[in-house]
């Protein structure tokens, strides 16, 4: 309980509800740990986990709508409860290339394996998403799924209750939310695999299957739809089936490169999306005529020039970014920041500790 406290409060620190319950912390914890124990079917339903009523906010990005929830730190910290019993089940349980939204298991970890794929050859590929998937998962979908592995009624009416207002959907904004996503697909990684294509790999709901047998993709496609069905899911309309990009004899270039996962991948190399490079250098452009920089754009920036490291985009980089900003200065800029942090939580860190140990 108070590890997951401690991970949920990082860059939360100035945040009221946070100081108003670490200045009583004894007191929270204790309430804490009587609201765990009478959620539970038959418990006291004044002192049961009771969620607020959300309505969410609606933000637009990358030319998608979608509705972001926002939990109170109480609720958050029910999340982080959860998690923390969730998590080792999940990661144990998951197809080693599940990514997305997991520990270890980013876009890079993702592309070494792609570009193992890559480099290895194959002819054909199919790639796939799955429609709406965070607006589509149903609830008792995903209690089915948990209770295949999950012999624990206090966990799962606690998770039901954290998602009473949502018997559709996985909200997001629920640091529960993206664990219990890559979980209710389990199910439909082992399918593919039964299929024993040359490669597979998913990224939350995007999929990219490798064969070199174009009619065994086709039908991979067809066993992915009704396991989707099962799960009351549905693919995107826009998937497809086509040959891997290459270069015929008489110099002739058939087929596409794997747009997956912000990454452009073809058998000799990997660059990144046009819509990423283009954002990075406009960045960079702004940053370039910023009187003060904050640690905010500092990091930010620092991260798009991770994407650049990890691809082979030399090119942008240094005739579009190199020149505008210093990462060395935005380093500075990131350590300055990040050691003030250290210090304030160090010391609240060891005040909590101290407090948990007379609890």
Not at 322 to 333: E, T, Y
Request: charged residues 30%.
């Amino acid at each position: 309980m108070i590890a997951a406290w401690i991970k949920l409060r990082k860059g939360k620190t100035k945040r009221r509800e946070v100081q108003i319950i670490e200045k009583n912390f004894d007191y929270y914890v204790d309430l804490m740990i009587e609201t765990l124990k009478e959620t539970r079917p038959g418990g006291d339903p004044k002192k049961q986990f009771t969620p607020s009523i959300k309505t969410g906010r609606v933000v637009y990005e990358h030319g998608k709508e979608r509705r972001i929830y926002c939990p109170s730190i109480w609720e958050q910290w029910v999340h982080h409860i959860v998690v923390q019993v969730l998590a080792p089940i999940i990661t144990k349980y998951s197809y080693r290339y599940s990514c997305g939204s997991m520990p270890n298991r980013g876009s890079i970890y993702g592309k070494k394996y792609m570009e193992r794929l890559t480099r290895k050859g194959f002819r054909y590929f199919a790639k796939l998403d799955i429609r709406h998937f965070f607006n589509s998962v149903r609830l008792d979908v995903v209690i089915k799924e948990l209770e295949e592995l999950i012999e624990d009624d206090w966990l799962i009416y606690l998770i039901r209750r954290i998602f009473l207002q949502f018997p559709k959907g996985l909200p997001l904004g629920f640091y529960i939310s993206q664990w219990l996503a890559n979980f209710v697909l389990r199910r439909l990684d082992l399918a593919i695999l039964e299929e024993s294509p040359l490669g597979f790999e998913r990224y939350m709901d995007d999929m990219v299957v490798i064969d070199n047998n174009k009619r065994h993709l086709h039908r991979i496609v067809v066993k992915i739809k009704r396991m989707l069905g099962s799960l009351r899911l549905k693919l995107k309309g826009n998937w497809i089936v086509t040959k891997f990009l290459y270069k015929k004899k008489n110099g002739e270039i058939i087929g596409r490169p794997i747009d997956f996962m912000g990454f452009v991948f073809t058998r000799n190399n990997t660059i990144l999306r046009k819509t990423i490079m283009v954002r990075a250098t406009r960045f960079a452009r702004k940053l370039s005529h910023a009187a003060v920089i904050s640690a905010r754009q500092a990091l930010s920036m620092v991260s798009r020039a991770g994407w650049f490291k990890h691809t082979d985009t030399r090119y942008v980089w240094d005739n579009y970014i190199k020149g505008k900003i210093s990462i060395a200065a935005l380093k500075k800029i990131i350590s300055k920041y990040q050691r003030r942090l250290n210090n304030e939580n160090s010391m609240d860190r060891g005040a909590l500790q101290l407090q948990a140990g007379a609890v």
